[in-house]
């Protein structure tokens, strides 16, 4: 698959499908999506030790969380996306192994990710707070990384759009519209994603109180990806009426955690009125 060229209205381009999209490195052969997310991986788990360190978390549990997160989010991601392309799959008899191969979503990795990591947390009676929050700060940053290999692999791809920066896909697996101008929606998301983690990371580091960074980055990362939707041009991920199934999620995390805050601020209230 050849790379995107991006142009705007004058024709100017800045990049031109000359280069590969496979690489290759130490003598193993890579796609940039896959280095993307492999690097994305690799950032946020610097990211996440350094911040344990500072807050003396050995890094045995820094890394072994990890790889109770890492399992859930596969599973999670892998699941959802079988759900939302589960029309697809039926309509064009698509092989089990390459449902295998490929096809995740963010927000079933995410949610995944969270089981797997409060597993971890309590099958070793650890703090939650200080866990979630510090996942809180490094996933945005290695988020960003993955959105820039979706911009190369050419899924998540935005609206159509004739205008200053638009993309071209020369070449394309799956859906990807050949020969259409695109809005680079997964750009977009990635710049949304390294600005939450910059603002997280100003929280983690000044803020005192437990628990703020992560209703913070559960707040607004669904905020961000509701809007962005909008902008999406892959419809086949599955639309339910007017909204995507993101943007179903994106709500569903927003209310339910209002809704936990509030009996959590109640029950707060509730003891000290006691207590008085």
Same mark, same amino acid.
């Not at 969380?65 to 309509?91: D, E, H, N, P, R």
């Not at 449902?99 to 099958?123: M, N, P, R, W």
């Given at each position: ?185 997964? $750009? %977009? ?6 600005? /939450?983690?910059? +603002?997280? *990371? !100003? &929280?983690? =580091? @000044? ?31 599955? $639309? %339910? ?6 943007? /179903?999620?994106? +709500?569903? *995390? !927003? &209310?339910? =955690? @209002? ?18």
């Amino acid at each position: 698959m050849s790379l995107p060229y991006i142009s705007s209205e004058a024709g100017f381009t800045l990049l031109r499908g000359i280069m590969s999209n496979n690489i290759s490195f130490l003598g193993i052969e890579l796609t940039l999506y896959g280095l993307f997310f492999y690097s994305g991986i690799i950032s946020s788990v610097i990211i996440g030790s350094l911040l344990a360190k500072n807050k003396g978390i050995p890094l045995f549990d820094i890394f072994a969380s990890c790889a109770y997160t890492m399992i859930g989010a596969i599973i999670g991601s892998k699941l959802l996306f079988i759900l939302v392309s589960l029309k697809q799959i039926i309509t064009f008899k698509i092989p089990f192994i390459n449902l295998i191969k490929g096809g995740f979503v963010f927000y079933g990795g995410l949610l995944g990710g969270i089981l797997g990591l409060y597993i971890y947390l309590k099958q070793y009676k650890l703090s939650k707070s200080d866990f979630f929050d510090i996942y809180a700060v490094a996933l945005p940053f290695g988020h960003a990384f993955g959105r820039i290999g979706c911009f190369f692999a050419g899924c998540c791809y935005g609206v159509e759009y004739n205008g200053p920066f638009s993309v071209t896909y020369t070449e394309s697996y799956g859906m990807t519209p050949v020969g259409v101008p695109l809005l680079p929606i997964q $750009i %977009l998301e990635a710049f949304c994603l390294v600005w /939450i983690f910059a +603002l997280l *990371l !100003i &929280i983690y =580091l @000044t803020c005192n109180k437990k628990g703020v960074t992560s209703v913070v980055y559960l707040y607004l990362y669904p905020a961000v990806r509701f809007i962005l939707e909008f902008l999406r041009g892959d419809k086949e991920r599955g $639309i %339910l009426r007017f909204l995507s199934f993101s943007q /179903i999620i994106s +709500l569903f *995390l !927003i &209310i339910s =955690l @209002t809704i936990f805050l509030i009996k959590k601020s109640n029950e707060i209230f509730d003891d000290e009125q006691y207590k008085r």
